[in-house]
């Protein structure tokens, strides 16, 4: 049985946030091996990131007569990587579990944009 383990007062829920021209994405994930959950929490923030701007970045290419559906692919995927250059760490908290012959190590992250 996994006891509740309290998130930090900080992470409110997942998904993203926009305030004072800054995003910051909250995330969490959790596995038996730290560097899995860390690396999990960090992937879905990024691609959380990713979903926000990539609409954007489609809406602006509506405009544009693209006769190589590739071409449009890599524009759309290195404007994303462009916008999403400086997402840097704020707040990360771990929480660990031993139980069941087995520690299980949840990181809750919050990353951000600034400036976007």
């Known amino acids: 049985e996994t006891p509740d383990i309290e ?5 409110v829920n ?10 910051t ?3 969490s ?5 730290l560097i899995d959950a860390w690396e999990k929490a960090s992937q879905q923030a990024r691609f ?7 609409p954007n970045v ?7 007569l693209y006769r190589d559906f590739e071409r449009e692919r890599r ?5 994303t990587v462009y916008k999403l250059r400086n997402i840097d760490f704020r707040r990360a908290h771990i929480n660990a579990y031993f139980g069941e012959n087995i520690i299980r190590y949840t990181v809750y992250l ?5 400036g976007f």
Do not use: H, T
């Open 58 to 64: 489609e809406s602006i290419q509506e405009n544009l």
């Open 29 to 33: 994930a959790s596995s038996a091996c």
């Open 7 to 11: 998130p930090p007062y900080w992470f």
């Open 25 to 27: 994405y909250s995330a």
């Open 75 to 79: 524009l759309i995927a290195l404007e």
């Open 110 to 114: 919050e990353m951000g944009v600034s």
């Open 48 to 54: 959380g990131f990713s979903r926000y701007y990539s």
């Open 14 to 23: 997942e998904g993203i946030v926009e305030k004072d021209g800054s995003l």
